[in-house]
């Protein structure tokens, strides 16, 4: 059964600890993303691969780093440079761009508590 | 500055009736338009889209109609079942082939159908 597996689904950390979270997805889709929603906000953007080994910034991704060493696989490092870590957090995946042929799937994301 | 705005952040309607979602966005190079619907816990999930070129896309018991002049767009639901209730994100892009990456989203608006 295809799908996006975000894990954990809970994660508490300390403030000024970096903390990674796991993304990964067994579409063969070629691009990925991560989204961090905020109450009452839409879905921001903090960064996309379009291919392994490739990855470009979205519209937050100051705090944040990612890797994409194998296409599966997508982690996001939350480190302590992010100002407000306190989000969920949501992979995606899609074939190419997110266009009509290829909507984005996303995983059930991963709720960050950082204290 | 949002780019995409559903100024509803909920709305209510009775088993049977007509499900109206709004959207309206200022960026005139976006050129194709999307709706996610989200569970509580879950992951988005896509629903329907439409581009620029098209006014309305249908499919089930879903049509979005997209008026371009007026930078609006909306999502019908006919007829409203209580499955229906959940958190509809409306997102727009500029380009909908492989090259597009970026999704706009809007903040939401919580549909509940009430039996």
């Known amino acids: 059964d295809g799908g996006i597996t975000q894990s954990p689904k809970y994660l508490f950390r300390k403030e000024g600890q970096n903390v990674t979270l796991s993304c990964e997805q067994n579409l063969n889709h070629d691009a990925m993303y991560w989204y961090r929603q905020d109450p009452g906000q839409g879905l921001r953007l903090i960064y996309y691969s379009q291919i392994v080994n490739d990855f470009q910034k979205g519209d937050i991704a100051e705090g944040y780093s990612v890797s994409r060493e194998k296409k599966e696989s997508f982690p996001l490092t939350v480190t302590s440079a992010q100002k407000n870590p306190t989000a969920f957090y949501l992979c995606a995946s899609s074939l190419l761009g997110h266009g009509r042929n290829s909507p984005l799937h996303f995983g059930n994301g991963t709720r960050l508590t950082v204290t | 500055d949002q780019q995409v705005k559903q100024n509803s952040p909920s709305l209510s309607v009775q088993e049977g009736r007509i499900s109206i979602l709004n959207c309206d966005y200022t960026n005139s190079m976006f050129d194709y338009f999307l709706w996610y619907k989200k569970y509580p816990a879950e992951g988005p999930t896509f629903l329907i889209s439409i581009s620029s070129i098209k006014d309305k896309n249908e499919d089930g018991r879903f049509t979005v109609f997209l008026n371009k002049s007026a930078k609006h767009l909306s999502l019908h639901i006919v007829p409203s079942q209580p499955g229906d209730s959940a958190v509809y994100f409306c997102?727009?892009?500029?380009?909908?082939?492989?090259?597009?990456?970026?999704?706009?989203f809007g903040k939401g608006t919580k549909l509940s159908v009430i039996p």
């Open positions: 997102a727009a892009s500029e380009g909908s082939g492989a090259g597009s990456y970026q999704l706009t």
